[in-house]
C-alpha cells in the first residue's frame, strides 16, 4: 500500500469514527427524555371556576360544586326515579354543571358562519373558547402560530349532541354541517384549522383517562420532535339524560351526587362537565423562549388492564405497573413524590384497589410520620370524564403555585376496605401547607378509563430563576417609564366594552403590575380592527 492509499484509508476511517460518536451522541440524547414545560392553562369547570384563579379559590375553600341539573339540559322530575331498574330514569340529577350558559357562542370571532354554528357541538364551541384562553395566558400571540408545527391532542368522549343523528324524526334537522359539527375528529381539527396549526392533531376517547392520555401522547411527541409546542384538552359536557341513565343502569354514579372519596359512604361518582386545555413545550425551548414556567413534566406512562376480573373492573396489578413505568421514565424513586392526585372516583370497589396500589408502589421513602398526601378534585367538581385528567392536572399546578394540596372533601370514616393501618398515606381534610424547599416538589397523577386504560404522571414544580424569566415582565425587555400604554382591541365594540371591564377588575388587584400588563397586552395579543 503506497503512502497516498494509506492516508486515503485513514481519513475514511477517522470519517466512520466521527460518525460513530455522533450516533452514540444521538443515541444517548434519546435515552434522555427531555422533561416537558407547561406554559399556559385555561379551564372552565364547575362552581363558577372559568379560569385557573377561581378554580383555585374553589379548591382552597373547600367548595362542593354539585348542583341539581339545570332546566335548560333536561327535566329532572321527568327523568328522576330512585329506583335503578326504572326503564328510561335516573336514580340521581345532580353532578357538577357549567354555571356559564352552553348554548352561547361568539361564532363570528372563529369566523363561523350562524348556520354552521348552529349545528355545532358545544363542546366544540368551548374547546375553541378555552384553548385561545389558554393561548393567552402563555403570553403567547394566537396569529404568530400560525404555520407552526404545534400539535393537538384533545380528550372527548362525550356524543350527547349527535343525537340529532341517530334520531329518525329529526333527520329533516341534517345540513351539510351535521358531521363536521359532532365528530370528535373535528373537534380536533377545527382547533388546527382556525389558528393554522400544522403539527400532529388527534381526538383521543379511552374514557376516563382520555385528556392525560393526551397529554402522555403530547408529550412523546416533542421529545421526538415531531411537534415544537403542543395544545393539550379535554372536554366533557352533559347535555342529554342519556348518558346519565346510562351510568344510573351501569349503577356508577352516587345516589346523593357526592363523590366521598376514600371514606366508607362511598357509592359511586358524581358526574360532572368542564373543559381544560394546557399548553406544552420541550424544557429547553421554553427557558430560551422566556416563556413563563408554570410546571414540568417528568414522565409518563400508559398501559391496559388486560383480562381482569371484568371489562369494567379496575385491575390493581396494572395499576401499580403504569405507576412503575412512570417513575423510571421520570427518574425519580418513591421517596420523591410528596403527593398523589388519585383517579378516586369514589366507588367501594375502585378506590381500595388505587389505594393499595399506590400504598405498595410507593411505600417506600414515606412512614406515617413523613405521609405520602392523597386526595381527588372529583370531591369538589364531579367526574368529568374525558376532562377529568387535565382538571387533576391543573390541580396539581395550582397546589405548586400556592404552595398548599387542598382538602379532600367528604372524608369522615376512612374506608373499611382501605388497609389504612399497613399504608404510609394520609388524606387532607384541610388546607395542608405545601411549602418550597430546596428538595422539588413532586406529585403524581392518576387517571383510569373504565375500558381498562390506564396512565400516570409524574409533575414536578418549577422554581423561577431555574433559567426561565417571565415572559412580559417589563424589567427584562423595557427601559423604566413612569406612563405606559394599554393596547386593547376586539372584533366589535360590545367585546371591546366586556374587554376593558375585565382589565379595570383585574387592575384593581394589588398585585396588578402595570408595566408588565402593558407589555403583555402588546406583543402578546392579537390585535384586532
Not at 388546527?192 to 392520555?213: I, K, N, Q, R
Not at 414515606?366 to 387533576?392: D, F, Q, R, W, Y
Amino acid at each position: 500500500m503506497d503512502n497516498k492509499t494509506e492516508q486515503k484509508y485513514i481519513e475514511t476511517l477517522q470519517k466512520a469514527s466521527g460518525r460513530i460518536k455522533d450516533l452514540l451522541r444521538e443515541v444517548e440524547a434519546l435515552k434522555k427524555k427531555e422533561p416537558i414545560a407547561v406554559i399556559g392553562m385555561a379551564c372552565r369547570f364547575p362552581g363558577g371556576a372559568n379560569n385557573p384563579e377561581k378554580f383555585w379559590e374553589l379548591l382552597e375553600k373547600g367548595v362542593d360544586a354539585v348542583t341539581q341539573v339545570p332546566p335548560d339540559r333536561w327535566d329532572a322530575k321527568k327523568y328522576y326515579d330512585p329506583d335503578p331498574t326504572a326503564a328510561g330514569k335516573m336514580y340521581t340529577a345532580m353532578g357538577g354543571f357549567l354555571d356559564i350558559p352552553v348554548d352561547q357562542f361568539d361564532a363570528s370571532f372563529f369566523n363561523i358562519s350562524p348556520k354552521e354554528a348552529s349545528r355545532l357541538d358545544p363542546q366544540q364551541r368551548l374547546l375553541l373558547e378555552i384553548t385561545w384562553e389558554a393561548l393567552e395566558n402563555t403570553g403567547v400571540n394566537p396569529a404568530s402560530l400560525k404555520g407552526s408545527n404545534t400539535g393537538v391532542f384533545l380528550g372527548i368522549s362525550g356524543d350527547d349532541y349527535s343525537d340529532s343523528r341517530r334520531i329518525p324524526k329529526l333527520y329533516d334537522k341534517i345540513n351539510a354541517y351535521s358531521i363536521t359539527g359532532t365528530t370528535f375528529s373535528t373537534a380536533a381539527g377545527r382547533i388546527s384549522y382556525f389558528l393554522g396549526l400544522e403539527g400532529p392533531c388527534m381526538a383521543v376517547d379511552t374514557a376516563c383517562s382520555s385528556s392525560l392520555v393526551c397529554l402522555h401522547l403530547a408529550c412523546r411527541n416533542l421529545q421526538s420532535k415531531e411537534s415544537d409546542a403542543a395544545l393539550v384538552g379535554g372536554v366533557m359536557l352533559d347535555i342529554s339524560p342519556a348518558t346519565h341513565i346510562c351510568f344510573s343502569k351501569l349503577q356508577a354514579i352516587s345516589p346523593d351526587g357526592l363523590c366521598k372519596t376514600f371514606d366508607a359512604s362511598a357509592d359511586g361518582y358524581s358526574r360532572g362537565e368542564g373543559c381544560g386545555v394546557v399548553v406544552l413545550k420541550r424544557l429547553s425551548d421554553a427557558v430560551k423562549h422566556g416563556d413563563r414556567i408554570l410546571a414540568v413534566i417528568k414522565g409518563s406512562a400508559v398501559n391496559q388492564d388486560g383480562k381482569s376480573s371484568g371489562l369494567t373492573a379496575p385491575n390493581g396489578l396494572a395499576q401499580q405497573k403504569v405507576i412503575l413505568r412512570a417513575m423510571e421514565d421520570a427518574g425519580i424513586s418513591p421517596s420523591d413524590i410528596d403527593y398523589i392526585e388519585a383517579h378516586g372516583t369514589g366507588t367501594a370497589l375502585g378506590d381500595p384497589i388505587e389505594v393499595e396500589a399506590v400504598g405498595n408502589v410507593l411505600s417506600h421513602g414515606h412512614s406515617k410520620e413523613n405521609p405520602l398526601m392523597i386526595g381527588s378534585v372529583k370531591t369538589n367538581i364531579g367526574h368529568l370524564e374525558s376532562a377529568s385528567g387535565v382538571a387533576a392536572l391543573m390541580k396539581v399546578i395550582l397546589s405548586f403555585q400556592h404552595e398548599a394540596i387542598p382538602p379532600n372533601l367528604h372524608f369522615k370514616t376512612p374506608s373499611p376496605y382501605i388497609a389504612w393501618d399497613d399504608l404510609p398515606v394520609k388524606v387532607p381534610t384541610q388546607l395542608i401547607p405545601w411549602l418550597k424547599s430546596d428538595k422539588p416538589r413532586i406529585a403524581g397523577i392518576n387517571s383510569f378509563g373504565f375500558s381498562g386504560t390506564n396512565v400516570h404522571v409524574v409533575v414536578e414544580d418549577w422554581v423561577r430563576g431555574q433559567g426561565s424569566e417571565v415572559r412580559g415582565e417589563a424589567s427584562s425587555y423595557l427601559i423604566p417609564h413612569t406612563s405606559h400604554l394599554l393596547s386593547l382591541s376586539a372584533k366589535n365594540e360590545k367585546a371591546l366594552a366586556e374587554l376593558a371591564a375585565a382589565y379595570t377588575k383585574y387592575l384593581a388587584e394589588p398585585s396588578a403590575d402595570i408595566a408588565d400588563i402593558c407589555y403583555t397586552a402588546a406583543v402578546g395579543r392579537d390585535h384586532f380592527e
